[in-house]
């Protein structure tokens, strides 16, 4: 596991990871977070929406944001301060799904302000947002 | 499951909801994002950090807010369009958490803006921020 010091670190280093999410990855977070929004359960109700299918959980998805600052940039040690998510396109299950974080700004050399995205395999984003970070010392 | 189109929704309007996450609902996350960031899997690392302990992913303490989205406030059909966090403090493991989503603003007849807060046994805010919905028509 990746582990980068403020020192380290520059505007524009970016990492990127790929999952496709399944059917019992969404029920598995459906039990651990005790959301079991039709949406992402029910696949009968989910016909009837805008979507056609279920859809996996957003916080799920930003998941792999979160992985990629935990392990990669900065990676160990990482103190997560906040993230900022727009959910911009549905997320499918078996949809491989891209995450990439990228550095924008290094703030008062303490704070480090990452662009946060998720697209699908044509390249949508679906999800578009910033984290704040503190590298590990 | 409730449901509540956007005429029926008040400034104001609340609800709330309680888990205690376990070390096994972590692990479960970890899994399913891809998430084996050392500060929530490994308890000789995570004995080195400011925190003493390994503490739960932020965005799985998160899902409480959705599940009160999309179960509860708007409820079943609610569309997540963003929402924006503030890790302000550690959750550990097998520690209740309460999680409360509160009607700010009702936009254009057509959007809802929620306050969007977690709290731990001892009333410290841990998570805080705004959710951003379209509930269902």
Known sequence: MKSLTINQIRVGDFAENKKAFTKADVFQFAEISGDYNSAHIDEDYAKTTRFKERIVHGLLTAGLISSLLGMELPGKGTLY?????????????????????????????????????CRNPEGVLVISGNALVYPPR
């Open 81 to 117: 301060l906040e993230q900022n998510l727009k959910f911009l396109a549905p997320v499918y299950f078996n949809q491989e799904i891209t995450a990439r974080v990228e550095v924008i700004e290094i703030i008062d050399n303490k704070k480090v302000l990452l662009k946060t995205t």
